[in-house]
């Protein structure tokens, strides 16, 4: 941040020249900035070559003033004109401008990506988010190329022909064009976006109520236009453009809202001021789960509330990262509930954020909420569960203490205060604290300051009468963080009827703090079946049932009849069987009772990947191969059960694909994808047919011939994915060793093959095919880190970490390697603290599982 104390910047003027071939692209740069006279500074980029630096009328040699990531200014003036003409690489990862060949049509599509420092892979910027400024692009590309950015469409102007130099020599170029986009408002570099390419897209109008108009559009690859849901996608977003104009108070603060999918995206969405670009999964061209489609709503949404939170007002540094992810996901969520998008979006994020939440908070490498971004490296690690989840569900606990109306009111004045600025988190504790009336400085030093996951249990007698007597709740903290909090949760009361349906009785808000909670406003309540603290799911913590609850949680979770109610159960559950303190065949066994049952997709979706990942690392390895089995036996039982064509029946047809391994099982799955068996309502398309094809080559049932027959049919660019992650499951020492060399070695590999790449080689039945790249990743681990990107890298250690050798030596060769390889790699420490720590979980769980069948046969 000291750079932003002796600059201002003005304006950048961005040239970029996408005519030049396929491995670079020109960009001519001319950059305003105001500065302290006389001092030094530098600017970011990272480039090819270099043709030209000046400054202030001054040529600079660029071989004394710019290294691989900056360009040296000296002798600054009070007014500066700096000029930068070079070459930049485009992208196969997903970082800075990516370049994608579409396989169907050969096309090329461009986007970008900047957040958090890609921005001077494309042109020379002050890399950081409180040097604001006004961009202007002007874009020369193909003219039967679409092109977006920040700032309206222009209408492009015709090129005249000429001959330019290109890679591949000089050739005649008949079809260029150039746009020249209006400058954008004062904007931080990593929300400014270029897409260019044959995109193909769809318009609509937000109108507002005072009369406004703001053009909407919806782009994507032309081979994927006819399966864009485009009716879908507006009614989403204008439904968030009417919720957050009126809870923030202020009209949207862009010219137009663009989105667009693209291809190989690394994230799910990415909030560039009005040109949202969007992960290409979220283009259905087959049927997908509800949980899907109701994640791509709030991921639409989750990006509108950046408009305001994060691109109108944006945080000085990345220190507070965490206060735009984690508003855009709080907001996301109760826009999808008070809107109607989705009425039950509370209970996906129990299921899905607060399940990360929960998980992150008990890594070793938890960090409070409002962390200490060092470096790149320590912002890019920390796009993590605490950032966006944990950070959500606090301010979520947040609102339950103050008011929702008290925390908006906060809002909006924050938000009219810094309106194109730069904001800390002080500034919106300020206006919170004046619209709540309340002092949050324990509030935010409990919650934000601190970091780990306090556990609640309640306890209790029964009385002579049969009521409850004593209730108490106790709180515990770990002891690596021994902090114990104030919060506001819901105890609830449920008796079970005869129809094995859990009723309601009583609820109760409670203020929790310290150690013990005395509850003194039950009254006289009737021994329950089940006693659930944090009812509603307001609070932030471990659920620990008491004995009597638990039984009956296990019994009849199901009998629950808010779906809500029951996501806290499975969490705690779940939480408990992470722990070792519930055995995993207990867990497993009750998730094949109840998930049939099970009514909320997202909810059904997370208990399907917790069995699978039960079954393949926390079951006793004696036991996983029968069990597992029977899992697969349940499933399809409860397939042919379940509704037609309903999202249960989808989702239960997935998950056995995915666990099918018996000779009977991989039977049913090549019957089903032949025709020969048939499930009413259920329609093999496409995708289907592929997963169901993973699976048998996974079970070995084919080859690489039946693979490539299956590419010759869907030559799309999810066919290669798919293909590639089908080829690497085969269960033979060719393909595995074929995988990890592609991986590994050549490193060649775009992000999105990468990702399907790992994806096959893990889909693995016989841990011994594995075994040997146990000891190969600790010797190729210093390469893998150092010799690709961030993104790359991250997900190749993580990745291919050896779960499957869950052994003592594994633990010894991890810590090994975190004493010698990270002492000098400082990113690379968290990836292994952070696999250590599940693979200890793993071994720790195996024997509470063992432990627990050992108890039960001596009874």
Known sequence: MQRSRQLVAQSSHIHLDLTTGSETFRTKATIAFRSVPGASSFIDAITARIHSITLNGKDLDPATHADEYRIQLPDLKSENLLEIDADFHYSSTGEGLHRFVDPVDNEVYLYTQFEVPDARRVFPTFEQPDLKQAFSFTVDAPAHWTVISNQPTPQPQPLPAEATPTEQGTQPQTDIARWVFPATPRISSYITALVAGPYKGTTDVYKAEDGRSVPLGVYSRASLAQYVDAQNLFETTKAGFRFFEEQFGTPYPFTKYDQIFVPDFNAGAMENAGCVTILEDYVFRSKVSGALRERRDITVLHELAHMWFGDLVTMRWWDDLWLNESFAEFMSHLCAVESGVSPHAWTTFAASEKTWAYAQDQLPTTHPITADMVDLDAVNANFDGITYAKGA???????????????????????????????????????????????????????????????????????????????????????????????????????????????????????????????????????????????????????????????????????????????????????????????????????????????????????????????????????????????????????????????????????????????????????????????????????????????????????????????????????????????????????????????????????????????????????????????????????????????????????????????????????????????????????????????????????????????????
Request: glycine share 6%; charged share 25%; with cysteine.
């Open 393 to 859: 569900a606090v301010l979520r606990q947040l609102v339950a203490w103050v008011g929702q109306e008290a925390f908006m009111e906060g809002v909006r004045a924050y938000l009219a205060e810094n309106a194109w600025g730069n904001a800390e988190l002080k500034d919106l504790l300020r206006h919170l604290e004046k619209a709540s009336g309340r002092d949050l400085s324990e509030w935010s030093q409990q919650w934000l300051e601190t970091c780990g996951v306090n556990t609640l249990k309640i306890d209790y007698d029964i009385d002579e009468d049969g009521y409850l007597a004593d209730l108490t709740v106790t709180q515990s903290a770990p002891e690596a963080h021994p902090h114990l909090r104030k919060q506001h949760i819901k105890l609830a009361f449920y008796t079970l009827d005869a129809a094995h349906n859990l009723t309601r009785d009583v609820s109760l808000d409670v203020d929790i703090e310290g150690e013990k909670t005395v509850i003194e406003q039950a009254g006289r309540v009737p021994t329950p079946d089940l006693v659930l603290p944090n009812h509603a799911d307001l609070g932030f913590a471990k659920i620990r049932l008491d004995s009597a609850s638990l039984d009956t949680a296990i019994r009849h979770v199901s009998g629950l009849q808010e779906p809500l109610d029951r996501a806290v159960v499975w969490s705690s559950l779940w939480d408990a069987t992470r722990d070792g303190e519930l055995a995993a065949t207990t867990f497993v066994d009750t998730v094949l009772t109840h998930l049939p049952a099970e009514t909320d997709a997202t909810l059904a979706n997370l208990l399907v990947r917790q069995l699978e990942y039960a079954l393949k690392h926390y079951v006793r390895p004696s036991k996983a191969e029968t069990l597992r089995q029977r899992a697969g036996n349940v499933l399809w039982g409860a397939a042919q059960e379940a509704a037609r064509g309903s999202d249960m029946q989808f989702q239960l047809v997935n998950a056995f694909a995915r666990l099918a391994n018996s000779d009977v099982q991989l039977g049913i799955i090549e019957d089903l994808r032949s025709g020969e068996t048939s499930l009413s309502g259920l329609e093999i398309d496409q995708d289907l047919s592929w997963t169901l094809l993973i699976s048998l080559a996974t079970g070995g049932r084919i080859g690489e011939a039946e693979i490539d027959a299956e590419y010759a049919k869907d030559s799309s660019a999810t066919g290669a994915t798919s293909a590639q992650t089908a080829k690497a499951a085969l269960p033979n020492p060719e393909a595995k060793q074929k995988a990890w060399e592609a991986m590994v070695k050549e490193q060649n590999l775009t992000n999105t093959m990468q990702r399907a790449t790992l994806l096959g080689f893990n889909r693995c039945h016989d841990d011994h095919l594995l075994a040997p790249y146990a000891e190969l990743y600790f010797e190729n681990l210093a390469a893998m880190w150092d010799d690709a990107s961030y993104e790359m890298s991250q997900r190749l250690v993580t990745g291919l970490y050896p779960y499957f050798a869950a052994t003592p030596a594994t633990l010894q060769a991890t810590t090994q390697a975190i004493e010698t390889l990270a002492a000098d790699k400082p990113g690379l420490k968290r990836p292994l603290l952070e696999a250590r720590d599940g693979l200890e979980r793993i071994i720790a769980a195996r024997k509470a599982d063992e432990a627990a069948h050992r108890t039960k046969a001596t009874h």
